[in-house]
C-alpha cells in the first residue's frame, strides 16, 4: 500500500514522488506521480500533481536531491492531476523556467470546458449532466494553480530530432541533453513523454494509462506507437527504468517490456471485442455498446489509471470512433452508424 507523498529514491539525484487514485464516493483526486531530478546545479521536476500535502512532498523531494542553483518545471500534458502546483516554480527562490504543451493550453486555461466536451459524448450514461460533472470532477482538485510567472510552450523552441538508442523521436532537449522531452501526442492532443539520460529514466506519464484513451482528444494510434516505440527502447537498452503518471511502479528492462506488450496485447483484444459487439450492425446504441464494452473491460482485467463506469464509458465511445461510428445526432443516446463505404456521389 502506498501513501500519497511517499517518497521512491531511483538513485542520489532522482526520486519519484508517488501519487494517489481517484475515488468519486470519497471525493478523493488522483494525483499523478511526479519524477524529482538534478542534473548539476539544476533542479527539474516532471510534473506538480495537486494538493497541498502534495506539494510539500515535492519539497522534501527537492531538499533531497539538492543543492541547486537553478530550476526547470515540465509539464507533460495539462490534465488537472499533474498542473494543480505549477505555481511551485514561483516559490523556489531561483531562477525558473516552466514548459508545457502548446496544444493543452486551452484545457489548463478552462478545464471545466474541457471535461464538459469530453462528459458531453456520454450525456445519456453519465451520472450528472456534463457541465455539472465536470464541475463536480474540478471542484476534488482545488486550489488548481497550472501557470507560473515563467510558463512558456515547448513549441516556442526549435524542435529537434532525438535519438535514443534504435529509436528516433521528435522533441527538445534540456540541461545540454540531459533531459530530453519527446512528443507522444496520445493520451492528450499535447502529451510529452520523459527521458532522463543519466539515471536511464524513460517517464511515460499517462500514455501507459491504459489500452483505450478516453479524453475527446486522445488518439489510440499514437498511444500504441509510443508504447511499442518505448517497448523497443528497453529492448534494446537505450532506457533502464520506466515510470508513468499513476502505477506507483519503478519497472526494470524486462519488466517494463512485459508490462508494455500487456497494454498492446489489451488494446488488440479490446477492438476484437468491439467488433464482436457490433458485427456487421450499421446502427448501434451507445449504452448498450458501453455496456457489453464494460463487460469486456471486466473480463480483460483492463481499467486503466482510474477504473470507473464513467472512464469505461469514455473508452467505450472512443472505439466506437477507432471502427468508423459517428453519431446520427447531437442528441443524448442517439443511434451511431457507420458510414457508407461506397461512392454515393453521381456520376
Known sequence: MTALG???????????????????????????????????????????????AFRSALREAADRVGPWARALVLTTHGHVDHVANNDLAN??????????????????????????????????????????????????????S????????????????????????????FVDGAVRVLRSEGHTAGHVIVHLRDSGVLHLSDEGNGACGAMADADQLKIQTVLGAVALLFEQGGAALLTDGHTFAVRRPAEAVSHLD???????????????????????????????????????????ANPNPVFGAM?????????????????????????TARNTARA
Open 6 to 52: 511517499e517518497l521512491i529514491e531511483i538513485d542520489g539525484r532522482t526520486v519519484l514522488v508517488l501519487g494517489q487514485e481517484l475515488d468519486f464516493e470519497q471525493d478523493q483526486p488522483d494525483v499523478a506521480n511526479t519524477l524529482v531530478h538534478r542534473v548539476g546545479d539544476t533542479l527539474v521536476i516532471v510534473d506538480t500533481g495537486g494538493t497541498a
Open 91 to 144: 516559490e523556489l527562490g531561483v531562477p525558473a523556467e516552466h514548459y508545457v504543451p502548446a496544444r493543452d493550453l486551452d484545457q489548463m486555461r478552462d478545464p471545466v470546458a474541457y471535461w464538459t466536451r469530453s462528459f458531453e459524448r456520454i450525456a445519456a450514461m453519465a451520472p450528472l449532466p456534463a457541465p455539472a460533472l465536470a464541475a463536480k470532477v474540478m471542484s476534488l482538485f482545488e486550489p488548481v
Open 146 to 173: 497550472a501557470f507560473a510567472a515563467t510558463t512558456r510552450t515547448y513549441e516556442r523552441l526549435p524542435p529537434e530530432r532525438i535519438r535514443i538508442g534504435p529509436v528516433r523521436f521528435t522533441g527538445w532537449a
Open 262 to 304: 500487456g497494454l498492446l496485447e489489451q488494446a488488440t483484444a479490446l477492438q476484437e471485442a468491439a467488433l464482436r459487439l457490433t458485427g456487421d450492425s450499421a446502427r448501434v446504441r451507445p449504452g448498450d455498446f458501453a455496456t457489453g464494452y464494460a463487460d469486456a473491460l471486466a473480463r480483460l482485467g483492463v481499467g486503466g
Open 315 to 339: 473508452m467505450a465511445v472512443n472505439q466506437l470512433r477507432e471502427l468508423g461510428f459517428r453519431p446520427e445526432s447531437a442528441e443524448a443516446g442517439a443511434p451511431w452508424s457507420r458510414p
